[in-house]
Each structure stands twice: as structure tokens, then as C-alpha cells.
């Protein structure tokens, strides 16, 4: 991951699916595009659950391991995630 966000980290999609696992939690997925145009895995995190606090700490953790913004940073209208980001990314 800190790979791609070197030399890639043009744009980001966050989403969640909610209680589709055997653990009944929310799965944050993080995907991007590399430079051959195909969609990557970046990062994913099951969270206890959809609050402001569970996505600032997921955001924190991806921040600190990315060490820089996405120049583009897309998600659903879930306001929790809205939230949770714009501690650590630009909104």
C-alpha cells in the first residue's frame, strides 16, 4: 500500500457493506486504480460499527500508513464517513 501511494495515489473509493460476513460487521473496502488502469485492493477493515469514532479510527490507521492524501477521494453519502475522513484526508 505505501507503494501505491507513492507513486498512485491519485483517487480512492471507500465503501462499506454492512453485515455481509460471517463475523455480522461492517466491511470498509478501499480500492484504487494502478497505472495499467485496473482496479486494486488497498486496504479493507472490519469495524464493531458504522459510528463517526469507528471511521476516524479506520481513517487514522490508513493515513498513518499512506503518510499522504488521494488526490481524489470518493464514498456513498454515508455521513459517518464523511465525518470520519475529513479529520484525516482533505475533504
Given at each position: 500500500?505505501q507503494?501505491?501511494a507513492?507513486?498512485?495515489c491519485d483517487?480512492?473509493?471507500?465503501d462499506t457493506t454492512?453485515?455481509?460476513n460471517r463475523f455480522?460487521?461492517?466491511?470498509?473496502?478501499?480500492v484504487?486504480v494502478?497505472?495499467?488502469?485496473?482496479?486494486?485492493?488497498?486496504?479493507?477493515?472490519?469495524l464493531?460499527?458504522?459510528?463517526?469514532?469507528?471511521?476516524?479510527?479506520f481513517f487514522?490507521?490508513l493515513k498513518?500508513?499512506w503518510?499522504?492524501n488521494?488526490?481524489?477521494?470518493?464514498?456513498?453519502?454515508d455521513?459517518s464517513?464523511?465525518?470520519g475522513?475529513?479529520?484525516?484526508?482533505?475533504v
Amino acid at each position: 500500500m505505501q507503494t501505491y501511494a507513492e507513486f498512485f495515489c491519485d483517487f480512492v473509493l471507500v465503501d462499506t457493506t454492512y453485515r455481509r460476513n460471517r463475523f455480522n460487521l461492517p466491511l470498509v473496502n478501499v480500492v484504487g486504480v494502478n497505472n495499467l488502469g485496473k482496479t486494486i485492493m488497498l486496504a479493507f477493515g472490519m469495524l464493531n460499527n458504522e459510528t463517526i469514532s469507528s471511521y476516524t479510527w479506520f481513517f487514522r490507521m490508513l493515513k498513518h500508513c499512506w503518510q499522504k492524501n488521494p488526490k481524489v477521494f470518493i464514498s456513498d453519502e454515508d455521513e459517518s464517513i464523511h465525518q470520519g475522513r475529513s479529520q484525516y484526508f482533505f475533504v
